[in-house]
């Protein structure tokens, strides 16, 4: 079955990168999200990977991909205060979503 | 984009009662529709999938009997928590496949809360 690990806490002072990191067990996925979840509201997509790729880059975010070590991470450029939340990766599988328990980004001043 | 609409955002309710919560696709067909249940902080924990016109698919150890999933339509999926007790107080989550590489919409929740 898939099995989506993620470090629970992340503490960054504003205008530094953030790395969220998240490993995955199904070599078998065909994509990688992140998502974004707000206090009190649904998921909201950030970004997406193909699992043939290695990087993809939008804005502040970069996606990486070790597909060998079932690795993936999320970078935020320049975190603001407005990136606080709490931040799921999830692997598709067929059309099933795996998230990890999702990581708390906490942005200080 | 594709959007799914989800309501009540918050709902409380009493032990005993049923509680509906409905999801509709706005502007596109939502043939398939997830349930996800989130414990506070906590992940997504897919407890059903709704399909249009034929039964739902309940996950290992949801009971089917406590949480009633009905997709009448192309746009709507409703899934009502019955008999409700306080340990059923959650965060559910609704979401549709858009059909493409970006996978699926999600809808903005419902806090249910069971006194």
């Known amino acids: 079955g898939e099995d989506v690990e993620q470090s629970l806490f992340l503490s960054v002072r504003e205008g530094d990168s953030s790395v969220i990191n998240c490993t995955y067990t199904d070599s078998s996925s065909t994509y990688l999200y992140w998502y974004k979840q707000e206090p009190g509201a649904g998921l909201q997509l950030l970004t997406y990977?193909?699992?043939?790729?290695d990087m993809k880059q939008d804005q502040r975010l970069t996606v990486l991909l070790n597909k060998k070590d079932k690795h993936l991470s999320l970078r935020i450029a320049d975190t603001q205060t407005g990136d606080s939340a709490i931040y799921f990766c999830?692997?598709?599988?067929?059309?099933?979503?795996?998230f990890g328990a999702g990581t708390t980004v906490t942005v200080r001043a | 984009g594709a959007v799914v609409s989800q309501h009540p955002s918050r709902v409380i309710c009493k032990s005993g009662t049923s509680v509906k919560i409905e999801c509709r696709s706005l502007?596109?067909?939502?043939?398939?529709m997830f349930w996800y249940r989130q414990f506070p902080k906590q992940s997504l924990m897919l407890m059903a999938t709704?399909?249009?016109?034929?039964?739902?698919?309940?996950e290992q150890g949801v009971e089917k009997d406590k949480f009633l999933i009905n997709h009448a339509s192309l746009t709507l999926s409703t899934l009502t928590v019955t008999s409700a007790h306080p340990e059923d107080s959650s965060f559910y989550i609704c979401?549709?496949?858009?059909?493409?590489?970006?996978?699926?919409?999600f809808g903005s929740g419902t806090r249910l809360t069971v006194v």
């Open positions: 999830a692997e598709r599988e067929d059309y099933k979503l795996s």
């Open positions: 990977i193909f699992s043939n790729m």
């Open positions: 709704s399909n249009e016109g034929s039964k739902a698919t309940y």
């Open positions: 502007d596109f067909q939502a043939t398939t």
């Open positions: 979401s549709a496949p858009t059909g493409g590489a970006d996978g699926y919409t």
